[in-house]
């Protein structure tokens, strides 16, 4: 069964600094993609960025990079730059591909707070 | 604008009683989520739909249901069956479940908070 797990419940950062939210995953399947979400206070979940296992290259989307360690199994994502709208909850997930998989496995995620 | 939209924000329902979510689209996705969140929890799956007319349980199906009528909508119905219902549920789709470069990325609307009376 695959697994999730982000160990930071809360994380704080100064306004402009750099800021690293860990993930580790488990499973024994070789195809699958890792996912990292925002959720602000109003609860919408916001898609960050994604991460195929067989990606060579670490994903980036804007100020959000994946620090992509396949033997380690790790999955932490790296916000540039911080902004105070960065403050939310963030969430680690990963979709297994083998088989009839399709769900998405949630981490319990981690509280950023950006202070000014 | 494209995006999926979820109505009520918010509900309120008594011991007993059925209430619908609804959950609507226009990305033209094929596949449609329904997850519950609980307080300081992940999401968890309790039903999706790769097609039109077609949707399978989740983690978590005993005491909800669905229909797939249409490709832009996706109701979820929390029964009287369904212990503890109070949560915060979110609505998902995306292009397809075919995983191809990200294809099957899930994206969300702004939730349903139910509380049960």
């Known amino acids: 069964a695959q697994k999730i797990t982000q160990t930071q419940p809360g994380m704080f950062v100064q306004e402009k600094e750099a800021v690293t939210l860990d993930c580790t995953y488990d499973?024994?399947?070789?195809?699958?993609?890792l996912f990292w979400y925002k959720q602000p206070s109003s609860g919408e979940m916001i898609f960050l960025i994604y991460?195929?296992?067989?990606?060579?290259q670490n994903a980036t989307e804007g100020r959000y990079s994946l620090n992509f360690q396949k033997a380690r199994k790790s999955a932490n994502l790296v916000i540039s730059a911080s902004q105070l709208g960065d403050s939310a909850m963030y969430f680690c997930?990963?979709?297994?591909?083998?088989?009839?998989?399709?769900?998405?496995?949630f981490g319990k995620g981690t509280l950023l707070t950006v202070n000014p | 604008d494209g995006g999926i939209t979820q109505s009520p924000k918010y509900l309120f329902r008594k011991e007993g009683q059925n209430v619908t979510l609804s959950c609507e689209q226009n990305?033209?996705?094929?596949?449609m989520y329904w997850y519950r969140q609980d307080p300081g929890q992940g999401l968890r799956l309790i039903y999706y739909?790769?097609?039109?007319?077609?949707?399978q349980k989740g983690d978590i199906a005993e005491g909800y249901s669905v229909s797939r009528e249409k490709k832009e909508s996706f109701p979820l119905t929390v029964t009287s069956a369904q212990k503890n219902p109070t949560a915060f549920y979110l609505c998902a789709s995306s292009i397809t479940m075919v995983p191809f470069r990200g294809t099957d990325t899930q994206y969300f609307g702004p939730g349903t908070r139910l509380t049960v009376l």
């Open positions: 499973t024994s399947d070789p195809s699958y993609g």
């Open positions: 990305l033209n996705h094929d596949a």
């Open positions: 991460q195929g296992s067989y990606d060579q």
């Open positions: 997930a990963m979709r297994v591909y083998g088989g009839s998989n399709y769900k998405l496995t």
């Open positions: 739909s790769q097609i039109v007319n077609d949707f």
